[in-house]
Each structure stands twice: as structure tokens, then as C-alpha cells.
């Protein structure tokens, strides 16, 4: 009697991890599917029909565009060990690239 018991409750508990994996794994998509990239696509940027960073070059000269890049590039370099880690470097390398593509195509 009690063997067959404890084999029922080895079962139930069997039933219920392979549960709480699949929802857990289903969780884990949907999260992965509906994460925001605050580094290369901010939600709150992207709110108009333009992306907020080409209206700021549309409407700055070429070297004010460079320094609105270089300002952007020293501040998330400065604060990075402070505030948000890892996500303030990576912003930092954004607005380089950004300053690398724009003095490529200068030079073309």
C-alpha cells in the first residue's frame, strides 16, 4: 500500500515539474519575443514615422550632428561604471558607429 502511494506522489510530482518546465520555457519565448532593446531600438524613441536619431541629423548641420554623436559617446563612457553597466558601453559603441559611418561616407 504505502509503495504504491509513494509511486503515485512520485508521479504527481514527475507531472507537475514537466508542467512548470513548459510553462516556464513558453514564458521564456514570449519574454524573448517582447523584450525591448534599449540600446539599438528604444521604445520611446520610435513613437513617430521617424526614428527620433535621423530627425536629429536631419535637422543639425554635419558638425553639429559630430558633436551631438561625441557628447553622446563621452557621456555614456563617463557614467557607464554608475548607472547602467554593460547597456551604457553598448550605447556608447551605438553613437560611435553612427560617428564611423558618417566620416565613411565623407570620404567616399
Not at 78 to 95: F, G, I, P, T
Request: charged share 30%; net charge neutral.
Amino acid at each position: 500500500m504505502i509503495n504504491s502511494q509513494w509511486k503515485k506522489l512520485l508521479a504527481e510530482e514527475k507531472a507537475y515539474k514537466e508542467s512548470v518546465m513548459r510553462d516556464h520555457e513558453f514564458s521564456e519565448a514570449v519574454l524573448a519575443e517582447h523584450t525591448t532593446d534599449n540600446v539599438n531600438n528604444p521604445a520611446h524613441y520610435g513613437k513617430g514615422k521617424i526614428e527620433c536619431i535621423d530627425y536629429i541629423q536631419d535637422f543639425l548641420t554635419t558638425e553639429e550632428y559630430i558633436g551631438y554623436l561625441r557628447g553622446n559617446i563621452a557621456k555614456y563612457l563617463h557614467r557607464w561604471r554608475y548607472k547602467n553597466k554593460q547597456e551604457d558601453l553598448l550605447k556608447s559603441q551605438w553613437y560611435l558607429d553612427r560617428l564611423i559611418h558618417l566620416d565613411g561616407k565623407d570620404k567616399s
